[in-house]
């Protein structure tokens, strides 16, 4: 009976490092964004994080992750942070920090929302709504034109927004063919067929971005509207 056991716990090491082989993969890198323009940024640019989500090409596994709660709060007109990234399933709650009311709006691949938030200090300050179609939805508000907010939708919990130039990573992977989604607040988006393996070369990417970058050669500090929202297919 001992040499059964001993057995029967070799074979489940052997087992055990076969899984950790096969999930222990990875895919990481860098994103730098360019700016469309004639001069370089300076300083005083603009910058805005760069969402980079990992999705499987061959049907691999996905990790498991519950639902989360992501805020985007509303001061002085204007909905911060105006650009993120979550994951189908994921809740969003607004929050009206100004002592004026705000009634949001959104184009999306889904059904239309419309959201009445009620002053700072009134209970109705606060509605939360979860987003289950991927793409890209677009908010903005009836009574402030300048009030606007972009949220990227991704059937994956592989995703990390990152400010331009840092390093992301994603680890614990499957061996081999992913499709790498980024996107920038006020550029394109890009697909980007990668590899997952170990100890792989970091990647160098590009995406290109309109908005807080020096266009027809002036210097644009921030962003608007014009520049972060753009009516396309994703």
């Known amino acids: 009976m001992p040499k059964l056991i001993t057995q029967m716990l070799i074979a489940l090491t052997g087992f055990c490092g076969c899984l950790q082989t096969v999930e222990c993969a990875e895919v990481r890198g860098v994103v730098v964004v360019e700016y469309q323009g004639l001069f370089d940024p300076d300083s005083s640019t603009q910058t805005y994080p760069v969402a980079v989500a990992l999705l499987p090409a061959k049907g691999q596994r996905l990790a498991h992750r519950g639902p989360r709660v992501e805020k985007v709060e509303i001061i002085e007109n204007r909905m911060r942070p105006a650009f993120m990234t979550v994951q189908k399933g994921d809740r969003i ?83 081999g063919e992913w499709k790498l989604r980024l996107a920038s607040a006020a550029g394109e ?14 990647l160098k990417l590009t995406i290109a971005s309109r908005g807080g970058g020096n266009g027809n050669g002036k210097l644009r500090p921030q962003a608007g509207i014009a520049d972060l929202y753009q009516q396309r297919e994703q």
């Open 189 to 202: 988006t890009r697909w980007i067929a990668v590899t997952a393996m170990t100890s792989p070369t970091p």
């Open 93 to 175: 709650e607004f929050i009206n920090r100004d002592g004026v009311f705000h009634e949001l709006f959104s184009l999306s691949p889904g059904e239309p929302v419309t959201l009445q938030l009620g002053k700072a200090s009134d209970k109705s300050s606060h509605r939360s709504l979860v987003l289950k179609q991927p793409g890209t939805t677009h908010f903005f508000c009836r009574i402030h034109s300048k009030s606007y907010a972009r949220i990227e939708v991704v059937d994956t919990p592989y995703l990390q927004m990152v400010r331009p130039g840092h390093q992301f990573h994603f680890s614990g992977l499957a061996p």
